[in-house]
């Protein structure tokens, strides 16, 4: 089991609608989790940090965080083409170090 | 431009040779990580200093690669005898304690 996990895509939504991406992760203990998103070619942006149960909104973005089923989601509202990229859930875990998903890559279709 | 540099931003190299990559973080910054990343995979985490200390070294790290961060300061990620499965992006980034991290433009290796 991989100790953080997303699924890879791609995943297709039309322009002005909403894009909901998952990750679970397998280290009880984790503390912070983190979006990140990455155009091709690119290095990794961070889009939202989150820290305790619940809901997080910035803007088009709302990060969910569940510890107890150990998910993490990031919704996108009102998608844009230039939300189109590939989105890397990330874990800060018991030590000291932050393992990343594979990403899943969104596309964004007019 | 999130603070954190990094140089070259791409290397070709040939199988053997040895290269060096330096990352200057974000001054107020005391915590450095290096990744790798593969196409179509997530960055894999290398080796992590807390200041001048290495404090993690993931077992991906053959000891070919070596890392050092003098004076808490910016940090050189080497690798020694390269091989042609070492081609990747190396990203680095920074992190002040429990806050959030940010890379910076990343290192694209080529090893023909």
């Known amino acids: 089991q991989k100790e953080v996990e997303q699924n890879s895509g791609p995943l297709s939504v039309p322009e002005g609608a909403i894009a909901s991406l998952n990750c679970t992760y397998s280290d009880r203990v984790s503390q912070s989790f983190f979006w990140y998103r990455q155009y091709s070619g690119k290095s990794p942006e961070l889009i939202m940090s989150i820290y305790s149960n619940g809901d997080k909104e910035d803007g088009r973005f709302t990060a969910q965080l569940n510890k107890a089923s150990q998910y993490v989601s990031l919704l996108i509202r009102d998608s844009q083409p230039s939300d189109s990229a590939t989105y890397l859930c990330a874990v800060y875990s018991s030590a000291s170090k932050i393992i990343f998903g594979s990403g899943t890559r969104l596309s964004i279709r007019p | ?112």
């Open chain 2, 1 to 112: 431009d999130t603070g954190v540099s990094q140089d070259p931003r791409h290397k070709i190299t040939k199988r053997g040779q040895n290269v060096t990559f330096r990352c200057d973080p974000i001054s107020e910054h005391n915590r450095l990580y290096w990744y790798r990343q593969t196409l179509g995979q997530g960055p894999e985490f290398l080796t992590y200093f807390q200041n001048e200390a290495q404090l993690e070294k993931s077992r991906l790290l053959s000891d070919r690669f070596s890392a050092e961060r003098p004076k808490g300061s910016f940090s050189t990620l080497e690798i020694q005898r390269t091989e042609q499965g070492d081609s990747a992006m190396y990203l680095c980034a920074s992190r002040r304690g429990g806050d959030e991290q940010f890379f910076g433009p990343g290192t694209r290796l080529t090893v023909l």
